[in-house]
C-alpha cells in the first residue's frame, strides 16, 4: 500500500519523503503495531484451542514469575480463581475476573518473550523461546537474539501505539518502510515456528 500511494502522488517509493506527504510514513508505523497485535492474536487462538477458554480460570495480569514458577503439566491449579471479583492492585497485579461478566472476556497480551513463555507454559512447553530457537537455522537466532529483538520491536510499538512515535522533546521518530518489512518477517518467522512447536512436534 505504502508504494502505491507513494505512486499515486508521484513518489518515488524509495525517496525521502518531505513533510507534505510524512503521513505516508504511519503505514510502516501501522504494520509494526499490528504485526505484534497479529502474533498476540494467534498465540491467544493457540492457547484457547489447546485449553478451552482459559480465561475463566487464569488471571488477567498474573505476574509471570508465577506462572514461570509452575511445573511444565498444562493448567497449573494456582493460576485457577474464585468466581469472585476483588479489587486488589497491590504490588502491580490486577484483581481477578468474573468470567460470567463481560468485562472478564478480555485476553491476555502475549507479545513479550515473558509472556510468550509463560503462555507455553502452561502447554507444556518449558521454555517456548529456547524451543523455537531450536528449530531456527542461521545466525542471530539463539534464544538471547530473538528475545532481545522482540523487546526491540515491543518496545517501538509502544512508542508507536502510546506515545505516537514522538520523543521527550515532542519530534517525531524516524522510520523506513523496510523497518515495517523486517518486522513482519521475523513475526512471521516466530509465528510459524511457534505452530510448529505447539502442533508438529
Known amino acids: 500500500m505504502y508504494r502505491e500511494l507513494c505512486s499515486a502522488r508521484g513518489i518515488l517509493p524509495r525517496g525521502r519523503l518531505d513533510e507534505a506527504h510524512s503521513d ?4 510502516p508505523r501501522s504494520a509494526v503495531a499490528f504485526s505484534l497485535a497479529a502474533m ?3 498465540v491467544n487462538e493457540v492457547v484457547t484451542d489447546k485449553l478451552g477458554d482459559y480465561r475463566a480460570c487464569v488471571s488477567l495480569y498474573v505476574p509471570m514469575k508465577n506462572v514461570l514458577e509452575q511445573p511444565t503439566h498444562p493448567m497449573c491449579p494456582r493460576l485457577c480463581m474464585p468466581h469472585q471479583l476483588t479489587s486488589d492492585r497491590r504490588h502491580g497485579t490486577r484483581h481477578w475476573v468474573d468470567p460470567s461478566q463481560p468485562s472478564g472476556r478480555t485476553s491476555l497480551s502475549f507479545k513479550s ?11 507444556g512447553h518449558a521454555d517456548i523461546i529456547e524451543s523455537i530457537a531450536a ?3 542461521g545466525p542471530a537466532c539463539t534464544p538471547a537474539d530473538i528475545k532481545q529483538k522482540l523487546n526491540v520491536l515491543i518496545q517501538r510499538r509502544n512508542q508507536i501505539t502510546y506515545e505516537g512515535d514522538r520523543d521527550p ?3 517525531i521518530r ?4 523496510h523497518y515495517a518489512t523486517r518486522c513482519k518477517s521475523f513475526i512471521e518467522n516466530v509465528v510459524i515456528r511457534l505452530h510448529r512447536v505447539a502442533y508438529e512436534s
Open 40 to 42: 498476540d492474536a494467534y
Open 174 to 177: 524516524q522510520i523506513h518502510p
Open 113 to 123: 518473550p515473558d509472556e510468550l513463555i509463560a503462555a507455553y507454559r502452561l502447554l
Open 135 to 137: 528449530i531456527w537455522p
Open 169 to 171: 522533546e515532542g519530534h
Open 24 to 27: 505516508l510514513l504511519w503505514l
